[in-house]
């Protein structure tokens, strides 16, 4: 699945959208029809190139680029007339009718300026990562009568200090609380 949201009011619109994507072998991540959709489904994937018309059923698609501005580059399908109003650094135009060459060299530009200036979501960690954080964070919650987000905090900042991943540190305080150092 690749970080492409369509955008459209029109459901005829984003179908004939998603169908070009396939022709050329990308998967977008969703499909909708209102900014505050696209805003989440952005947020959520850390990143993404919105390919979207002028106009969406809650708010114009400058207006969208100002809320995503460190999140996403838009590409903007409508009207050279259309065209004229939307202005962004993270948003591009593309008028209709438009050549399918000029779509997918569009869409190559984006995604490489989206992979290089706006950031991604770090991978999820494993489960049992995580349970060696709730591990130590239950222990020095226990211990040393800190609450969860004190513990929180004190993982974190031993982690920043000492330069070691929050595995690691964490990894670290169990030991030493089951082994009897602490």
Aim: proline share 4%.
């Amino acid at each position: 699945m690749d970080r492409i949201i369509v955008a459209f009011p029109n459901a005829e619109a984003q179908r004939r959208i998603i169908k070009l994507l396939e022709t050329d072998g990308y998967v977008p991540a969703c499909c909708c029809a209102a900014g505050a959709e696209a805003i989440r489904a952005a947020r959520k994937l850390g990143s993404a190139v919105i390919i979207c018309s002028f106009h969406l059923r809650d708010m114009t698609a400058n207006e969208l680029a100002a809320s995503l501005r460190d999140t996403a580059a838009l590409l903007v399908i409508s009207t050279a007339a259309n065209l004229d109003f939307c202005e962004g650094e993270n948003l591009f135009k593309l008028p209709t009718p438009t050549h399918r060459a000029d779509f997918f060299a569009s869409l190559d530009l984006l995604r490489r300026f989206e992979a290089k200036n706006f950031r991604h979501p770090a991978p999820p960690r494993q489960e049992d990562e995580q349970r060696l954080i709730r591990r130590a964070k239950e222990l020095m919650m226990d211990i040393n009568r800190m609450t969860e987000a004190e513990a929180h905090r004190f993982l974190q900042k031993r982690s920043m200090d000492t330069g070691l991943k929050l595995t690691e540190t964490a990894r670290l305080i169990v030991d030493s609380y089951t082994h009897g150092a602490v």
